[in-house]
């Protein structure tokens, strides 16, 4: 059953839908006129640059929202730099049956300038949870809004033509971080968007089994070596794990619930999932990435704290849902722009100087939060009524 959201004051409820508006429009004055959703238009290392992971939760707020001219513009830009590289995925598919030996500098990259290049400054490049996360992505504004993908269906082959023979490498996590692992969080976004675009009619035959039955590996490997089963000082009740053969705990595992689905919402491991990451990581409504992290000193994430809202909506915990979005609108700046993460609860405050000489203050607006604050209010019936958008 699902509890209705709690008695909220007029003022609240103004301030929080106030957000929704500014949130939008802080995304839509910063889209690039090619499309591109900026990570962060100030950020000294994101300034210039699109991320898919960010890009597509970015556009799920927006398009609950009701934009929909900004997120086709967006999903346009994505086909566009991928449609580009499909001979580029060609060969690497044929260099991987052939059994050659591929470097991660000859991989897809993670982000692209607003023109659709490659970046020409060294990053942490090699990640396939944002090619699963765009596929969800463009399914997801297409079936709402009752669209064609056929639009978008240069992009999409290449994407899961991409996915289906690379799902299953070592890679770069959410964070950019532990490259030699293989992460559930990753295996949960490639489960979702190749579950989503497979269902969703768009893909010939072929590959419409090739995803179907790559997202059931994925998810099959994910609940074989990526949960905490049998191990020694786990609870009882077995959770999801950072990576393979990990017992540690990830905020970005709250993704292989809600929206993603590798674990469907209500069953016992989902369950314990969501507790061990809010045991673990949400600290007064703010929610951390994990224990060990120390960029800018560890500190709280604004599209973390939506994110396991959004998981306490979905599972009918409106009123914890509620406590995180109004901790976000909290922790909004004076013009209401939303950061990257805030200094309140810093689990290694000895290193939060270290990031502020090498990159300045942390990276404000970050879109990212937009979008994830857009779904949350949405999720809470928390949008502006249509004639007021």
């Given at each position: 059953?699902?509890?209705?959201?709690p008695?909220?004051?007029?003022?609240?409820r103004?301030?929080?839908?106030a957000?929704?508006?500014r949130?939008?429009?802080?995304?839509?004055?910063?889209?690039?006129p090619g499309?591109?959703y900026?990570a962060?238009p100030?950020?000294?290392a994101?300034?210039?640059y699109?991320w898919?992971?960010?890009?597509?939760?970015?556009?799920?707020?927006?398009?609950?929202y009701?934009?929909?001219?900004?997120?086709?513009?967006f999903?346009?830009?994505?086909t566009?730099?991928l449609?580009?590289?499909?001979?580029?995925?060609?060969?690497?598919?044929?260099?991987?049956?052939?059994g050659?030996?591929?470097?991660l500098?000859r991989?897809l990259?993670?982000r692209?300038?607003?023109?659709g290049?490659?970046?020409?400054?060294?990053?942490?490049?090699f990640?396939t949870?944002?090619?699963g996360?765009?596929?969800?992505?463009?399914?997801?504004?297409?079936?709402?809004?009752?669209?064609?993908?056929?639009?978008?269906?240069?992009?999409v082959?290449?994407?899961v033509?991409?996915?289906l023979?690379?799902?299953?490498?070592?890679c770069?996590?959410?964070?950019?971080?532990?490259?030699?692992?293989r992460?559930?969080?990753?295996?949960?976004a490639?489960?979702?968007?190749l579950?989503?675009?497979a269902?969703?009619g768009?893909?010939?035959p072929t590959?419409?089994?090739?995803?179907?039955?790559?997202?059931?590996?994925a998810?099959?490997?994910?609940l074989?070596?990526?949960?905490?089963?049998g191990?020694?000082?786990?609870?009882?009740?077995?959770?999801?794990a950072?990576?393979?053969?990990?017992?540690?705990?990830?905020a970005?595992?709250a993704?292989?619930?809600?929206?993603?689905g590798?674990?469907?919402?209500?069953?016992?491991?989902?369950?314990?999932t969501?507790?061990?990451?809010?045991?673990?990581?949400?600290v007064?409504?703010?929610v951390?990435?994990?224990?060990?992290?120390?960029?800018?000193?560890g500190?709280?994430w604004l599209?973390?704290a939506?994110?396991?809202g959004?998981n306490?909506?979905v599972?009918?915990?409106?009123?914890?849902a509620?406590?995180?979005?109004q901790?976000v609108?909290?922790?909004a700046?004076?013009?209401?722009e939303?950061?990257?993460?805030?200094?309140?609860?810093?689990?290694?405050?000895?290193?939060?100087?270290?990031w502020?000489?090498?990159?300045?203050?942390?990276?404000?607006?970050?879109?990212w939060?937009?979008?994830?604050?857009?779904?949350l209010?949405?999720e809470?019936g928390?949008l502006p009524?249509?004639?007021?958008?």
């Open positions: 059953m699902t509890d209705p959201i008695a909220i004051s007029s003022p609240d103004e301030r929080l839908v957000l929704t508006r949130s939008h429009a802080v995304i839509a004055g910063h889209q690039d499309g591109a900026p962060s100030t950020f000294s994101y300034r210039g699109a898919l992971r960010d890009g597509a939760f970015t556009a799920e707020g927006m398009s609950r009701g934009d929909v001219g900004s997120v086709d513009r999903h346009d830009w994505v566009d730099v449609a580009a590289r499909a001979e580029q995925v060609a060969g690497l598919i044929a260099a991987a049956g052939a050659q030996d591929l470097p500098d991989m990259p993670t692209f300038t607003f023109d290049a490659d970046g020409s400054d060294p990053w942490w490049d990640q949870d944002g090619y996360m765009w596929l969800w992505a463009v399914v997801t504004h297409a079936r709402r809004h009752a669209l064609a993908l056929d639009r978008w269906l240069p992009g082959e290449v994407a033509d991409y996915l023979t690379f799902w299953d490498r070592p770069y996590d959410w964070w950019e971080e532990h490259v030699e692992q992460h559930v969080s990753t295996l949960g490639i489960h979702g968007g579950r989503a675009i269902e969703a768009a893909l010939d590959r419409t089994r090739r995803a179907l039955h790559v997202a059931e590996q998810r099959g490997l994910a074989a070596e990526g949960t905490t089963a191990r020694a000082g786990d609870p009882a009740a077995p959770h999801l950072k990576w393979l053969g990990s017992t540690a705990v990830d970005s595992l993704a292989c619930v809600a929206p993603f590798l674990v469907e919402p209500g069953t016992t491991i989902a369950a314990a969501l507790d061990a990451v809010a045991r673990d990581l949400d007064d409504g703010g951390h990435r994990f224990r060990a992290d120390v960029f800018y000193g500190g709280q599209l973390l939506c994110l396991l959004w306490r909506a599972a009918g915990d409106r009123a914890g509620l406590r995180h979005l901790w609108a909290d922790h700046t004076e013009d209401g939303l950061p990257e993460q805030v200094p309140d609860h810093l689990l290694a405050p000895e290193r939060r100087d270290e502020l000489e090498r990159w300045g203050p942390v990276a404000t607006p970050l879109l939060s937009h979008g994830m604050y857009l779904i209010a949405d809470l928390l009524e249509d004639d007021q958008r």
